[in-house]
Structures are given as C-alpha cells and as structure tokens.
C-alpha cells in the first residue's frame, strides 16, 4: 500500500437497521483497569507493527492503542486535543510554525523517557524511510522539525496547513522510541514499543496480545486488564461462529449483514448478544478514468449518475448498514453539502440520462465494464456491483457487465489506466473535509483517473488547507463539491455505518466508533 487512505478497508462489519442497540454497552462497571481482559475478533489483519510502514486499519488500530501521539481525538468528537502534548498551538500568524510542549514525565512502555528527540526522530525517521506502505506521503508540508529542549517541538512547514493538528493526532503522528527503532529501516519483528496505553506483548498470524502500559501518562482512562485481538482474516463464518460460542467478546470489521441478522434471529428470545451502531465517514465511490475512450465522455458519467439508485442499493445489497452518499464530503464532516442530489436529484431519471447521452452523440448502448475487488472492500462490493450494471441495463441505454479481479492485480491495472469505471473506498486518516478531497482531487491524484479541476488545484484546496478556522472553509468546499458533481471524475455511492456486535457482559464499545475512525481500547470494560 502507498497510503492508507487510497488503499482502504470498508468495514465488512454489518447488520441489520431494525432492532440495533445503539444505547447498548453504557459504561458502567470498574474503571482504572480493573474490569477483566477482553477478547476481540476481526477480519483484518495488522500489516504492520511499525509506524512508518503500516497504512491499513489493522495496523493503525494497533498504532492507536500502543503508540502516543502529540495529539488525540477525544470519544465521538473530531477535533484534536493534547495527548503526549501538554499544548499544542500554531505560533506564527500563518499556520506554517506549530509548537507542542510535552507533558512532564512521559516513558515509553520499556521505561526510556519520551523527549522532544524521540518526537522529532519520529517524523524524520518516517520521512527518511518514506516506506510506499506508510503514511510519509501526508506530510508533503513537513519542512523540519526542531527541537529548542526536551520538551518542545517546533513544527515548520513549507506551506500554511491548518489541518496540520489533525494529521499528527492520527495514526500517523505515532512517537517511536528512538533507541529502539533504526534510522534507515522498518523494524520487522513482530514487535512494538511505544508510550500508548497498552503494551504488545506478542502478534502472531492468529492474534496479537496486549496488556496494560503501566508507564502510559495520558487522557485513556483504561477500563479492562488487557486485550486479545484475534484474526479471522476474511472468514466470516468463523467469526460468526466464534462469536456465538462464546469465544470472543466482540467482534468487530468481519460480520456481514447475513451473518447478523442470523445472529439476531437466534438470540431473539435471550439477551447474551448486542449489536451495536456508531457513526462512521467510511466511504465508497464510483471513479472514471477521464483519459478512457468510454467513461472519459462527460455525457456518459452524467447519464450513470443520473440512473444510479443508491437507495436500492443500500436496502437490497447492504440492508440498511450503509447510507446513500450524495457528495465527496460524507455527513457529519464540516462542509458536507448534496451536490449530486441537488445536480441529479435522488431517483433515476432514465430521460435525463438518455438526454446526456444524446448531447454527447451517443446514439447506441454504452457498452461498460465495472471493475470490483471483493477481497479489499468487502464480500458485497461484486454483489453492488452487479446491482450497477442491471439498473444501468434496465435503462436501455447500456450493456454493462461486472468483472473482480484479486486487489494486488486491480491495483496495478488501476495505476496503469486499464480500467475505465472502477471501486475506490476511503477511511478516513482524520475527521476534516480537507481528507476527502485534496488526496482525490489535488496534486498525486491518489485515484489515478487523470482528473485535473485548475480551480480546485490552484485556488480551494490551497485556500481552504490554510484556513485555522475550519468552519469557515463550509462555502469553498461547498464550490468545490458542486465543481465535482458538474465534472463527474467519482459518483459518490454510500456512507458506511460502524458495527460492533458484542456479549452482553461488555461495556463501552460505542464509544470506539466514530467518525475518527479510532477503535479505543481502552474503553471496553468487561463484566
């Protein structure tokens, strides 16, 4: 992977809309670690152990509960706030110089103390290796990093980024012990140090344990004695059946809508399964390659936008786990607009899309294939897609067919432009519009469909990445959604909804779904 957010998982973890528990798992029950361990099963697997490779959900996962960041998003919320940082502030007027100070006393979980040289030997270490498979490629802006003592650390970039905070309070912003980790290479042994509120204390092909970091000093409040992660890796069946025998505690990216409305079923007249609901800026989208002899023609891209049915296909594909999308910008995201209900309106229009066609000189079926790949964006996306193609067939208008291809091979036919229409999804690095639209829509088009807009590259990225007051930046990004919709290089398709099924012993999951995409283990407690 070159970056997690243009390789990303959707969750494959869904259920039904009826019925969900989404006030279930209340805290309640012991705080300060004393509940008892957990065990935990999902489908992904962690890629990596070290910050400055790993870019997938697995690994930030561990990177989230092991490693400190500067920074942190709080529970349900998607501005950051001091972690391993005491303050944190830009400190010119034109949001190029960012300063943190430390906290006093800070130890990585093998007892070395945390200073400003171990923060600063992290974003150089990750920036020299600049590994395709980790997040180096968000910091473009990163010209050094200064350190005047041991508790501070000057940020300078090469150009006013305002969502600057938000970057290091992801995954990416993870702090590496330097006396632990080499200079010019990944550590590819299976281990992790770092000052996070759990230890690892071992990672396997079937599960990764972790304990409690007694050194942590931050803002977790650890209520359990410890977590199992178990890997399923894509076995549904063997999740769901761990689950319902009791062998995990939670189970969480691996139950298909299917599997937990079988789970419901069975548990209707007993209470020892909840499932439960979080928000979510997971996202799906149609993408273009506007350099194709077929959907590079406006009036094609317009006349599949103006006969795609979302709504159908969240109920009959997804069963109301996912929400129709109608802009790059999902809801819940500062600047969401609806540009593509407002320009296409919700319902399929076959005229509307034949006069597209028409105006383009189309005067035929469009023949189309739509490419999938199952295995990274989960075991319904060749279902969804197939679902595309009959409703675009139903109009008359085209002959699509569906093809799935292994995601190694997709990947490289995508960066090679073999593909005209294709599946991208996107979780999110951190909970800002700035995240859906500059990696799309910017320089490094990460969707390698030859979309270029010079208003949105030249003037609303730049003006609206510069901007400290992110509610401000609403209207550009209104603009830019609205250029988007008119351009058509994505359709957007739906917005995922965050499932976690857990025993009816277990506390606390819903505060690790939201839109931060940080899965908190620390706040599950455990009867």
């Known amino acids: 992977m070159n970056m997690r957010n243009q390789w990303p998982v959707l969750p494959i973890v869904a259920g039904l809309a009826s019925g969900l528990l989404t006030g279930c798992g209340s805290e309640t029950g012991d705080t300060g670690s004393s509940g008892s361990s957990v065990v935990m099963g999902m489908s992904d697997d962690v890629l990596a152990t070290d ?57 990585f979980s093998n007892g070395d103390a945390l200073t400003s040289a171990d923060v600063k030997y992290s974003f150089d270490r990750m920036l020299k290796i600049n590994d395709g498979s980790g997040p180096a490629i968000m910091f473009p802006m990163l010209d ?25 309070a992801s995954g990416a912003g993870s702090i590496v012990d330097h006396q632990e980790y080499a200079t010019n290479a990944l550590r590819k042994d299976n281990e992790a140090v770092g000052s996070g509120p759990y230890k690892l204390d071992s990672l396997s092909d079937d599960h990764a344990v972790f304990s409690v970091n007694p050194n942590y000093k931050g803002t977790a409040e650890v209520k359990n004695k410890g977590v199992t992660l178990k890997f399923f890796h894509g076995d549904q069946t063997g999740l769901k059946k761990a689950l319902l025998d009791n062998q995990v505690d939670v189970a969480y990216r691996g139950l298909a809508a299917d599997d937990i409305a079988e789970i419901e079923n069975q548990t209707a007249t007993s209470s020892g399964i909840n499932v439960v609901e979080g928000t979510s800026a997971e996202v799906q989208h149609l993408v273009f390659n506007m350099a194709d002899p077929v959907a590079g023609k406006p009036g094609v891209r ?4 103006y006969l795609l049915d979302r709504d159908a296909l969240v109920d009959d594909v997804y069963q109301n786990t996912a929400t129709p999308l109608y802009s790059i910008v999902p809801a819940g995201i500062n600047g969401h607009s609806t540009s593509f ?12 899309a034949e006069a597209a066609l028409r105006t383009e000189g189309v005067t035929g079926k469009v023949k189309l294939t739509l490419w999938s790949t199952p295995s990274r ?12 193609a009959k409703q675009l067939n139903a109009s008359g208008l085209f002959d699509a067919t569906v093809k799935s291809v292994a995601y190694s091979q997709y990947e490289k036919d995508v960066a090679a432009g073999k593909y005209g229409v294709y599946v991208k999804g996107w979780v999110p690095d951190y909970p800002d519009p700035d995240n859906f639209t500059a990696p799309f829509f910017g320089k490094g088009n990460v969707l390698n469909n030859n979309y270029t807009n010079n208003t949105i590259t030249g003037s609303l990225i730049p003006k609206t990445a510069a901007e400290s007051d992110r509610a401000s930046t609403e209207a550009e990004y209104g603009k830019l959604q609205t250029l988007v919709a008119e351009d058509v290089p994505v359709i957007p398709i ?7 099924v857990v025993r009816d012993n277990v506390y606390g999951v819903e505060n690790c779904l939201d839109a931060s995409t940080v899965f908190r283990f620390w706040e599950i407690n455990k009867d």
Do not use: M
């Open 51 to 107: 910050p400055a490779s790993g870019y997938d959900p697995g690994s930030w996962l561990l990177f989230n509960n092991v490693f400190q960041s500067l920074l942190s998003f709080p529970k349900g919320g998607t501005e950051p706030e001091p972690e391993a940082a005491k303050e944190c502030a830009f400190t010119d007027t034109g949001t190029k110089v960012y300063t943190c100070t430390l906290q006093d006393g800070l130890k």
């Open 144 to 168: 050094k990093v200064t350190t005047p003592d041991a508790k501070t650390v000057v940020f300078h970039l090469k150009y006013a980024d305002a969502t600057f905070p938000s970057k290091i």
């Open 377 to 388: 964006y989960g075991p319904s996306t060749d279902q969804e897609f197939k679902a595309i």
């Open 494 to 500: 739906w917005q995922a909804k965050q499932y976690a």
């Open 302 to 305: 317009k006349a599949i936008a």
């Open 341 to 352: 209900f407002d320009t296409y309106g919700a319902h399929p229009s076959r005229s509307k």
